[in-house]
């Protein structure tokens, strides 16, 4: 009998060593856990932040909101970054939802001359013959040339040729050339990202409005930046990355590039024709 029962208490206490074992061994993982990201003044959401974990960079969707699932959750921590805010690193918790309050950035904001904008032009390039398509995880840019004083940004034409998949989103910023050698892009000078679904451009030939931006272009050389992401608000990908072709522009250009993890830009060994964007603007 006591044979017996020294058996079942090696028994008993082998299972519980090895769910101990188990526990201590086994990442933590969560099912589900949301970051809301907001301004720490006003409180009030942040659309379209940059989620940076594990080298691979995530957005935000229109109020702020990301959502972790199946993730493990030793160790492990991401980055928060937006136009107009201090990044901020945030680590991941056991359980619960997360408040993400980012400062702002105070700088000093230049004169203008205010400007009523009564006459309508396009602005663009010649379209050329070729085509330019997507790389995953890369931002590339194609300068354009304002000839006026300061123009407002009404609509765009995006020249799409071929769409393979219309699961996904076009990224797109506006940044003022920088006035040094090299004349890359510097000041970004829309607020917030402008994210197009793929599959508003299932009718191609329409622009796209973006009176809401209340985006103003200065004088002189300027970049439409474009990127192309799969999900907006969770930490996941697809295994059928959208895949794009662009009409592009007659004449070569320095093209610049960054990686979804890169701050700075860099340009393209070569001259390349850049995407023939068509701006509908107000001056």
């Known amino acids: 009998m006591e044979i017996k029962l020294n058996g079942m208490r090696y028994y008993l206490m082998r299972n519980i060593f090895l769910i101990i074992l188990f526990v201590v061994w086994t990442p933590t993982c969560i099912k589900s856990q949301q970051i809301f990201v907001k301004d720490s003044l006003s409180g009030e959401p942040i659309p379209y932040c940059d989620i940076i974990v594990d080298n691979n960079k995530f957005i935000s969707d229109s109020l702020g909101e990301f959502n972790f699932s199946g993730i493990a959750l030793e160790n492990k921590s991401f980055i928060v970054n937006v ?30 001359n205010i400007t009523k904008f009564r006459n309508e032009t396009k602005i663009g390039l010649k379209r050329g013959k070729g085509t ?29 040729r071929k769409i393979k998949n219309y699961e ?32 508003t451009f299932r009718k191609r030939n329409v622009p796209i409005n973006l009176k809401k931006y209340n985006i103003k272009i200065p004088q002189g050389d300027f970049f439409i930046a474009m990127k192309i992401v799969q999900k907006i608000g969770v930490y996941e990908t697809m295994s059928n990355y959208p895949e794009i072709s662009f009409h592009v522009g007659k004449k070569r250009d320095i093209t610049f590039f960054r990686k979804d993890t890169d701050d700075s830009w860099a340009e393209y060994p070569v001259a390349t024709p850049p995407i023939n964007f068509i701006l509908y603007v107000k001056y």
Do not use: C, W
């Open 132 to 160: 330019l398509t997507t790389q995953k995880g890369l931002e590339i840019t194609a300068r354009l040339q304002n000839p006026y004083n300061t123009i407002l940004l009404e609509k765009i034409f995006i020249p799409i």
């Open 168 to 199: 996904g989103y076009i990224i797109l910023n506006i940044y003022e050339a920088a006035k040094e050698e090299g004349n890359g892009p510097t000041t970004k000078l829309n607020a917030t990202p402008i994210v197009l679904p793929i599959n």
């Open 83 to 112: 136009h107009g805010y201090h990044q901020k690193k945030v680590s991941l918790k056991r359980s619960g939802n997360i408040d993400v309050l980012l400062s702002p950035v105070f700088i000093d904001i230049r004169l203008v």
